[in-house]
């Protein structure tokens, strides 16, 4: 799915004044250290994982009327890893927590973890 060709959201929000705290911004700027050097070498397997899942994920979230740019939480989550697991034990490629999972109807058990379902 082609990225969304106005840029009236963004420059609506690139021009809010969240965007002048320094407090944002050096959280921004460790983030994009942290994506351009801890993070680079595996990127290319993100992407690779992302192409599994992406017209799945575009079709679900066109269904329920969600904005396209969701597409990319499950890139930076886990890396579109369906196996992914936190030290604060969110599981899966979006990366639910157990009771964030159980209030939108998971199976959150032993043997069974919807939560790793794409």
């Known amino acids: ?51 599994i899942f992406e017209e799945m994920v575009d079709s679900v979230l066109a269904a329920r009327d969600l904005p396209e740019s969701l597409r990319y939480l499950p890139l930076i989550e886990s890396g579109y890893n369906p196996r992914a697991r936190s030290y604060a034990s969110a599981v899966g490629m979006w990366q639910f927590m157990p009771g964030t999972a159980r209030e939108h109807g998971m199976t959150v058990a032993a043997f069974v973890d919807e939560r790793r379902n794409p």
């Open 1 to 51: 799915m082609a990225p969304p060709t106005s840029t009236g959201r963004v420059d609506e929000l690139l021009a809010s004044p969240v965007m002048r705290d320094p407090e944002f911004q050096e959280a921004v700027d460790d983030w994009i250290q942290y994506w351009e050097n801890a993070a680079r070498p595996w990127f290319p397997e993100f992407l690779h994982r992302m192409s």
